[in-house]
């Protein structure tokens, strides 16, 4: 009855014969359904474009509970300004790393702080990686200065007329990745495309295999692939993989489709050999295509292969959905068979795969409870994968809530917030920084529990002993990327407290008085013995991204922006030729 009284009200609001509405009266009871009709018309567009700020505050107007996702706190006020002191430290601390380069080695490939030299990838010279790799970071820190002396040195003296073999997949992430952030974020300096298109065009020849997988090495003047004898011609997975998001880029800013192509097909082709689980091994066969019985890891050579799968997806604006697909399949196997836990607090972690024969000739897989830091990359992509690929809606707030992530994006999200946390564990060293490769404890290992902690551990780490390799930290980047994305997905102000946590650790025992940063040997022992050496990628990645952490999350949102494997942005675009290769 309630709802025919209802309907007899609004029928009798509308002006019957019977009603004394005046003129005036009528016309505003005709133009009050326009104002609600307006007022949702803005509600709704407000809803699409800005979720967080409408649903938020609807939901505690209505009563509605809160909807927040597993690993996401409720505590904690989001924040989206710039903390400007630290923004301010971090842009120092790049100064003395770069203003020390220039001074003892510009123009040379790599630096070695402590005996105040440089030094270069061949015997022919350089190419400049370390020049190329830091001059996006430049612009985005305002540093003019600096940034017109690397420029002049790019327009005046870059040359790669080098009769050298140099790694084609660390060619195309540091130098063209560096050339074309540097294009774009410079407001399009042809200096930069020049120099871009022409590299590209001497890598090139490193697609003419059989299969159309790139050789390992390019001679840049011969503009010849070379096979790497090393890996007995194989290329590994990372490195196969790992050009696209640079190749597409320039194919899209020269309209030369032959780039887009040749990286394109290596796509199709290891999606044609793929394996069952979704997983890849580490190394696969130019000549044949196919991969071949390697270990499966998400650490070195196979890492950015899976962070490559979700950033094709993202650079064409999501349009090409075999990458969503090939994604999906990816982080399910990795769910499957390599998220662990460590024995005593639960610690998630991502194990390898080992091949090894048994007794009978058969192939079994071993599973080893290994993490290399690389693959603390991981933590950050899957959260931004969960708030993309796996998402119900187009714009998600920030922070995401339940409703709005399919289930496979909750699992992601709660696996990569978890990973973060794993990461930021293995920094509790005697210096705060972690190693390059954690082993965890697992039930059976023989492990003495009087030298090794509960959870984990650095292997073949013993009191009075050479430190081994898995103790040095080499001013990698990959712990302080996840933090970033975490902070622009959820405003959490405790990323920026990791994030000011690792770099005063890298302050401390890192810095050099006279100049430059160097490599830790053991990050368990202080005072800290160095290796001499500061890698490119400090500058390109480590120091942009917390720089990017205490930004206004206006600078390169990650709505309109990709960066790179090496940390460089390149803007998303809508393609115009056909994509995905379906």
């Known amino acids: 009855m309630e709802e ?36 949702g ?4 567009l407000a809803l699409y474009c800005c979720p967080a700020l409408v649903k938020s505050p609807l939901n505690q107007f209505l009563g509605a509970p809160a909807r927040r996702l597993p690993g996401v706190r409720t505590n904690y006020v989001p924040t989206f300004t710039a903390d400007e002191a630290k ?76 009769d050298g073999n140099f790694n084609t997949f660390e060619t195309t992430i540091r130098i063209l990745g560096g050339l074309l952030s540097a294009y774009h974020l ?11 298109q022409e590299l590209g065009s001497r890598i090139l020849p490193v697609f003419e295999t059989e299969s159309g997988l790139p050789l390992s090495l390019v001679n840049l003047a011969l503009r010849e692939g070379v096979s790497d004898s090393d890996t007995n011609g194989y290329i590994s997975t990372a490195e196969a993989a790992t050009l696209q998001l640079e190749f597409r880029y320039l194919a899209y800013l020269t309209d030369d489709d032959m780039f887009w192509e040749k990286a394109e097909n290596v796509m199709a082709v290891l999606r044609a050999s793929a394996m069952p689980s979704g997983l890849a091994s580490i190394f696969v066969d130019p000549k044949t295509g196919r991969y071949r019985t390697a270990p499966i890891r998400l ?52 194990a390898e795969l080992n091949p090894e024969r048994t007794q009978n000739g058969e192939l079994g897989w071993r599973l080893t409870p290994k993490q290399d830091h690389l693959v603390c990359f991981l933590g950050g992509s899957l959260m931004l994968g969960a708030t993309t690929s796996g998402a119900l809606v187009h714009n998600v707030s920030v922070p995401p809530q339940t409703d709005e992530l399919a289930d496979q994006g909750k699992r992601d999200w709660l696996t990569g917030v978890e990973l973060i946390d794993t990461c930021m564990a293995t920094h ?25 902690p509960a959870d984990w551990y650095i292997k073949g780490a013993r009191p009075d002993a050479p430190p081994p390799f898995d103790a040095r930290y080499i001013l990698r980047p990959e712990t302080i990327e996840s933090i970033f994305i975490a902070f622009r997905l959820t405003g959490d102000p405790k990323y920026r407290d990791y994030g000011w946590a690792i770099f005063q650790a890298i302050e401390k025992h890192c810095r050099i008085p006279t100049g430059g940063y160097a490599s830790v040997i053991n990050v368990d022992q202080v005072p800290v013995e160095y290796d001499d050496k500061m890698e ?17 999350s206006s600078v390169l949102p990650l709505s309109e922006y990709v960066f790179n494997t090496e940390a460089h942005p390149l803007p998303v675009f809508n393609p115009t030729m056909r994509t995905g290769f379906s």
């Open 4 to 39: 025919v009284r209802v309907r007899q009200r609004k029928k009798a609001a509308t002006g019957s014969p019977n009603d004394h509405a005046t003129g005036s009266e009528a016309k505003s009871s005709r133009a009050f359904p326009k104002v609600y009709v307006l007022l």
């Open 41 to 44: 018309a803005v509600l709704a």
């Open 87 to 162: 923004q301010g430290a971090v842009v120092e601390a790049f100064k003395h790393a770069w203003l020390a380069y220039e001074r003892d080695a510009m123009g040379d490939d790599e630096y070695h702080p402590i005996s105040h030299a440089g030094s270069n990838l061949t015997e022919a010279g350089g190419i400049g990686y370390t020049v190329a790799d830091s001059i996006d970071t430049m612009i985005i820190m305002g540093l003019e200065d600096e940034y017109q002396r690397a420029r002049a040195w790019v327009a005046d003296k870059l040359s790669f007329e080098r």
């Open 186 to 196: 410079s407001g399009e300096d042809p200096v930069f495309l020049e120099k871009a």
């Open 299 to 350: 650490g070195s050579r196979g890492d950015s292969y899976y962070e490559y799968l979700l950033k094709q997806y993202l650079q064409t604006n999501q349009k090409e959905h075999v990458y969503r697909e090939m994604y999906a399949d990816a982080m399910t196997g990795i769910h499957t068979h390599l998220v662990k836990r460590g024995l005593s607090s639960q610690l998630l972690y991502i």
């Open 428 to 452: 509790d060293t005697q210096t705060g920084l972690a190693p390059e490769i954690a082993h965890f404890r697992i039930l059976g290992d023989g492990v003495d529990d009087s030298i090794a």
């Open 536 to 552: 490119t990628f400090l500058m390109s990645e480590t120091l942009k991204y917390l720089y990017l952490l205490f930004a206004d």
